[in-house]
């Protein structure tokens, strides 16, 4: 039997990705003792992988899919299949940034400043890619973490990703550029997306994780099923309750069968 072998990211996305995924449809079940998490899924293979390793990962085909940021993806040069962007991150619906930092009483004001500097980050080839583009020339160590912490004793600037800026203004930095805005992406291995099965079923999860995001800024109130009659003859509207597990297979025979405008509608209460 096919499996797709699903790549998610563990870390700061973990918990509103396993969020996400349950909103389309999947419940899946992490354990802080096994990097295999379950999924309600059969076809489906789960491996808890940091973000920053995904691309590569998938572009290998350990993984046939996952989800990681776009900045990961540009940071390991990985040639993988970006299927679909899902704006969403840590704490929000939103982007993030990766952005240049200095102290607050730095008397550095541009990234031309920071000639025969340090810069501390995680991102090494992101930022002496930056460097390069502005003619600076600086040295860019990596850090393992807590990099916000580093200014001044220990570098001289971080690039550093940031959703609000107030882990940066707790540790008294002041934002001099930004390097790059970024967001989670369902990428896919390239071999992976020929194969027909497996095309199909990222396909399918692209079109349900996208539908999970519109959706989290609407609600709907349904009653007992109803057809209604619209304008053109040709067309009805239908109105229905299922359970929530069938929709990631009802949805996409409902788009192969020419239904349009279709609406999954999260459910407080039923009430008959």
């Avoid at 920053?52 to 899919?65: C, F, H, I, K, T």
């Avoid at 899902?86 to 004001?109: C, H, I, N």
Wanted: hydrophobic share 45%; proline share 3%; with cysteine.
């Amino acid at each position: 039997m096919s499996r797709l072998k699903l790549g998610i990211p563990k870390g700061s996305l973990q918990d509103s990705t396993v969020e996400l995924f349950a909103k389309a449809g999947w419940r899946i079940s992490v354990s802080s003792r096994s990097y295999y998490p379950g999924i309600d899924d059969p076809d489906i293979e789960c491996m808890m992988v940091r973000a920053q390793e995904m691309a590569r990962y998938v572009e290998s085909g350990a993984l046939d899919a996952g989800l990681t940021g776009k900045d990961w993806i540009l940071e390991t040069g990985a040639d993988v299949e970006e299927v679909i962007e899902l704006v969403y991150s840590k704490t929000s619906f939103g982007r993030v940034r990766w952005v240049l930092a200095v102290a607050e009483d730095s008397p550095m004001q541009s990234v031309r400043d920071l000639e025969g500097k340090v810069i501390a980050t995680e991102a090494v080839k992101m930022t002496e890619r930056y460097l390069a583009k502005h003619g600076v020339k600086a040295r860019v160590e990596f850090s393992w973490g807590a990099t916000e912490v580093k200014v001044p004793q220990l570098a001289d600037a971080i690039v550093e990703v940031t959703e609000t800026g107030s882990s940066l203004r707790a540790n008294h930095l002041r934002v001099v550029d930004t390097l790059l805005e970024s967001a989670t992406w369902l990428i896919a291995n390239r071999a992976a997306r020929k194969d027909a099965w497996k095309h199909e079923k990222i396909a399918h999860m692209a079109m349900l994780l996208e539908g999970a995001i519109k959706a989290y800024s609407r609600v709907g109130l349904m009653r007992n099923p109803t057809i209604a009659q619209l304008s053109d003859p040709e067309w009805v509207a239908i109105n229905t309750i299922v359970e929530e597990k069938t929709v990631r297979e009802l949805i996409p025979k409902l788009k192969a069968a020419r239904a349009e405008g279709i609406v999954e509608y999260p459910l407080n209460k039923v009430v008959y």
